[in-house]
């Protein structure tokens, strides 16, 4: 059984910096892309950033220049550094992981969330 397990989120001001990790455990194959989500109360899911088995990487255009997305395949942890935290940026951040094991190809997966909260 894969999970993804999310640490690093918190309070902090804004202007401040957080760094976000996810990493996964289970019977894994092969990690193709990985990334990062998040979500307020009763608004969607939305698109941080993400990056590809390769490492190339993309974000949204309300993070660009602020955040970088990263992976360490060796220990299949992905990494989010948030610089210069804004209020907007407040919300429960999700992993989503596209996973092979032995019995799913590129099954979608996600975390449990973590909390990050900008204060002004």
């Known amino acids: 059984q894969v999970q993804l397990v999310e640490s690093g989120g918190g309070l902090v001001q804004a202007g401040g910096s957080l760094r976000l990790s996810c990493a996964a455990s289970?019977?894994?194959?092969?990690?193709?892309?990985m990334g990062w989500y998040r979500q307020v109360p009763g608004k969607q899911r939305e698109f941080v950033a993400a990056?590809?088995?390769?490492?190339?990487?993309n974000y949204a255009d309300s993070v660009k220049d602020r955040f970088a997305v990263s992976r360490d395949n060796a220990k299949n942890t992905v990494y989010l550094q948030m610089n210069n935290l804004k209020p907007d940026d407040t919300g429960v951040y999700y992993c989503?992981?596209?996973?092979?094991?032995?019995?799913?190809?590129?099954?979608?997966?996600w975390g449990q969330g973590t909390q990050v909260t900008v204060s002004s």
């Open positions: 989503n992981a596209l996973i092979t094991t032995n019995r799913d190809f590129n099954r979608n997966y």
């Open positions: 289970g019977i894994i194959f092969s990690i193709n892309r």
């Open positions: 990056v590809a088995s390769a490492g190339s990487a």
